[in-house]
């Protein structure tokens, strides 16, 4: 009987937009996994397969351009290779520029791993007219080669039985590159390196290569092994001084010089261009995208259509979606136990309360089912990588670095991001400080989470320039980072390091239909298990918050009392009706009242009489006697009762209005809203959005839960809460000036606790930590209070407000980024003696 394998260990290595991800994908389908590699923020993604009776573990290392710890990325992806000695290193190369990516496998091979090569995108390369020369390819790099279309799932098979083969053989002698004038002295330490025990189980090639190249994290690898490294160490620094002043090139310099000149060497002999001369299709593209006068035009019609489709367009479908909403609340109300006449039991509060919290936000859903798919066909397209370019000049000249567009995109420049993955993928930024920059301001962005209450406070005030609003806020917070951003890079970030730029542009893809639908779909059901199970246990909390302490006993009585006197009414009005001894028990009254409030809120979704008769009809069949009073003919027996039991529903709803309310204005939440009303009244907050405010903090979705409660509808009322919280709002006074001092304040409020953890995680320190939420809470409650104060002085819309706010943002961002110089030439004012 033969003895089950162990696990073999599969690393996936190469540079970014190579493809590892959708390679990772296709080799372990779900069963994947996303964590942290120990000690550093990086994302660990890993997954597993069988094949052949064997377990293989594929990790999905971040990417990286070598070997060298010039990032983050890239000394993660080695200490992995080195520390877990994977049984095969999938090294992911992209077949449309094989000349930049082969210098990393060359590095991979003289650490002696088991490479298997991956050549991705080989339909690119066919498209481009280059016809690679498999067999000659291997025999240069002597090792599989297997080339693979990773988003059709092309090679697939081959790809596994190309790593089965590898893991068994595990048979490996570390490939030796020529580095010509330095190649005496790469000997001379290997062979060094090679008499080390303490050094057993890493390349000694590989090492001293790493060491004449001047990499400090070898040098501290070679101290950490070997108790007297002086020696070795002093001959190293030796033959480095000697060679850089023979030749006035540092070693460094010329080690990567050899490895170009070699991948150079071998694309040349295993790679024919057959449409050479021809300028590529995505460069041709590009001449037009990526066009300096052009470009931003580009870019600002990409973000108003995903606007248009997404936030507009998907909102009509909403109104689809909500009565199904409201049939669920409706159906799950009817498996709850029955209301009382003035308080219900818990279970029924507490049902309700969730499932209106969970209605709410998944409302949204073909919103966010919409701006996925657009998303990733930009991503999928290429066009995201675009992005990044076309703003890196902008972005450099407000202290950011070029590739702060993806935490920006990651968090929402276009709405439906998240700041938490934002904040997260700025650990690949190599400058400092527009590292730190770029973590305080990506909170900013337009998040998944903040488009709920965006679309609830729009829709209410704004109906007829949906488009324009959001457009003007979804730039609005574009500016705002940029100019704290700026801020922050000129005052508490200047002393912090910076460095340069660099990004490959991947070509021009055709979006799949399928790849897009999965990944709107995969997002999309990200926000509902969100919704489901984080923002559903905070909704929770918040609920007990909101009800504890409670109305005070004096005045619990006082409803009570209140309650039993209307009941006491109706049974005197109905003391000589023969019809009162069809509600003679008090708790067939109470079931009475019950059924009318759902038939009154029936009756009036009812859109046409005939709607209206069927629904009367169906009373008289299943509640013959509950018909007699909501129905009442032509006895004036009838025609008593009906009134009677109408003046008894008014006072019982109002009673539960005025309970409901109370019992909020009491709650601990309730009392710090109240608290901070003396401060927040100048944007025109009342303690009911100080609450919502606060709640969010916990979640950004619970903003919009928490006003769903705040702003609650009677008993079998079916109400969104757009027609709910607008009526309320403008019968307090409110007016649209007042929303847009909501949404401003919104849009730069302190990030979700979620993401204060990821900056806490991505800073490593308390006090950035709590700087990310003082300074956005002062920033945007100044801003809120003095639009609201000067917009009301002077009479403005809120249109009007928003444009006149965005118009003076837009005027500060362009006079900050202006050239130097240029400023100096405007700020220079000629004295009258040298004008004269």
């Not at 993660?76 to 000695?85: D, I, M, Q």
């Not at 995505?282 to 995903?306: G, Q």
């Not at 309650?563 to 009005?573: C, G, Q, S």
């Not at 249109?799 to 837009?810: E, I, K, P, R």
Request: aromatic letters at 8%; charged letters at 20%; hydrophobic letters at 50%.
């Amino acid at each position: 009987m033969t003895e089950p394998q162990a696990p073999a260990l599969v690393a996936l290595a190469g540079q970014q937009n190579a493809g590892k991800s959708t390679l990772f994908n296709l080799l372990t389908g779900l069963q994947q996994h996303i964590a942290n590699y120990p000690g550093v923020t990086v994302d660990k993604k890993y997954g597993s397969y069988t094949a052949r009776g064997r377990r293989f573990d594929v990790v999905d290392l971040p990417g990286a351009y070598s070997l060298s710890p010039f990032s983050l990325e890239e000394r993660v992806a080695r200490s992995f290779l080195l520390t877990e000695a994977p049984d095969v290193v999938v090294n992911v190369l992209d077949a449309t520029n094989l000349r930049r990516a082969l210098p990393l496998t060359f590095q991979l091979l003289e650490m002696g791993a088991p490479v298997v090569v991956a050549l991705n995108m080989m339909d690119a390369a066919d498209r481009r007219g280059l016809e690679i020369d498999l067999a000659a390819l291997e025999r240069r790099l002597c090792v599989p080669v297997v080339p693979v279309i990773g988003r059709r799932g092309v090679g697939e098979a081959e790809l596994r039985s190309a790593i089965a083969d590898t893991a068994a053989a595990r048979r490996v002698v570390p490939a030796t590159l020529n580095y010509g004038l330095l190649e005496q002295d790469v000997a001379h330490i290997q062979a060094a390196l090679s008499a080390e025990p303490a050094l057993y189980g890493i390349s000694a090639r590989w090492l001293a290569v790493k060491l004449l190249e001047g990499d400090g994290e070898a040098e501290a690898l070679l101290s950490d092994r070997m108790e007297n490294p002086h020696g070795l160490l002093d001959e190293l620094y030796h033959a480095r001084s000697a060679f850089e002043a023979q030749h006035g090139l540092s070693a460094g310099d010329h080690i990567c010089a050899c490895r170009d000149s070699h991948a150079a060497e071998i694309v040349g002999a295993c790679v024919t261009d057959t449409r050479a001369g021809e300028v590529p299709v995505s460069e041709r593209i590009d001449r037009v995208l990526l066009n300096r006068f052009l470009a931003p035009v580009f870019l600002i019609a990409t973000i108003w259509a995903i606007y248009q489709l997404s936030i507009v367009q998907g909102y009509q479908l909403t109104e689809v979606t909500w009565p199904i909403l409201a049939t669920f609340r409706s159906f799950v109300g009817g498996l709850l136990p029955d209301p009382g006449f003035l308080t219900d039991p818990q279970l029924r509060a507490m049902g309700l309360w969730i499932v209106d919290s969970m209605n709410t936000l998944l409302s949204y859903v073909p919103i966010f089912l919409i701006l996925f798919a657009l998303i990733a066909i930009l991503e999928d397209s290429g066009y995201m990588a675009r992005i990044a370019f076309i703003l890196d000049r902008i972005l450099h000249r407000f202290g950011l670095h070029g590739q702060s567009t993806l935490p920006f995109i990651l968090a929402g420049v276009f709405a439906g991001g998240c700041a938490v993955p934002g904040v997260m993928a700025t650990k690949g930024i190599p400058d400092a400080r527009a590292r730190l920059a770029t973590i305080l301001t990506v909170p900013f962005m337009n998040c998944m989470a903040k488009i709920p209450l965006y679309a609830l406070i729009i829709n209410i005030w704004f109906p007829q320039a949906k488009g324009l609003m959001l457009f003007y806020l979804s730039t609005f917070t574009v500016i705002a980072a940029l100019l704290v951003a700026k801020l922050l890079t000129a005052s508490l970030l200047r002393k912090e390091e910076t460095a340069p730029f660099v990004m490959e542009l991947p070509s021009y893809h055709l979006p799949t239909v399928s790849g897009v639908m999965h990944r709107a779909f995969s997002r999309t059901w990200l926000y509902i298990r969100k919704v489901a199970t984080v923002v559903l246990a905070v909704a929770t909390v918040i609920y007990a918050l909101l009800q504890f302490p409670g109305v005070p006993a004096e005045r619990q009585l006082n409803y009570q009392s209140q309650a039993e006197a209307a009941i006491a009414r109706f049974y005197a009005e109905m003391a000589t009706n023969p019809l009162r001894t069809e509600v003679q028990e008090p708790a067939r009254l109470v079931r009475l009242v019950t059924l009318q409030t759902d038939f009154a809120a029936e009756m009036e979704s009812a859109e046409t009489q005939a709607a209206r008769a069927a629904l009367a009809e169906a009373l008289r069949r299943d509640h013959p006697d509950a018909a007699l009073f909501l129905l009442p003919d032509a006895t004036p027996d009838a025609r008593a009762a009906n009134a009677a039991l109408q003046a008894l529903y008014e006072t019982r709803a109002e009673l539960r209005r005025e309970l409901r309310r109370d019992r909020l204005e009491s709650s601990f939440l309730g009392y710090v809203g109240r608290g901070l009303e003396p401060v927040t009244r100048f944007a025109d907050f009342d303690w009911k959005i100080n609450v919502a405010l606060l709640t969010s903090f916990a979640a950004r979705e619970n903003s919009v839960a928490t006003f769903g409660v705040l702003y609650d509808q009677d008993d079998g009322q079916n109400l969104s809460l757009e027609e709910r919280m607008g009526a309320t709002q403008l019968a307090e006074g409110r007016s649209a000036v007042s929303a847009v001092a909501l949404l401003l304040f919104f849009a730069l409020y302190p990030p979700c606790l979620a993401t204060v953890i990821a900056v806490r995680m991505q800073t490593g320190s308390l006090k950035w930590m709590l700087f990310s939420i003082a300074f956005p809470t002062l920033l945007g409650l100044t801003v809120a209070s003095a639009v609201f104060t000067l917009a009301s002085a002077l009479g403005l819309t809120g249109v009007q407000a928003m444009a006149a706010v965005h118009a003076l943002a837009l005027g500060v961002l362009i006079l900050v980024a202006l050239p130097k110089p240029w400023l100096a030439r405007l700020g220079a004012q000629p004295t009258g003696e040298a004008a004269g």
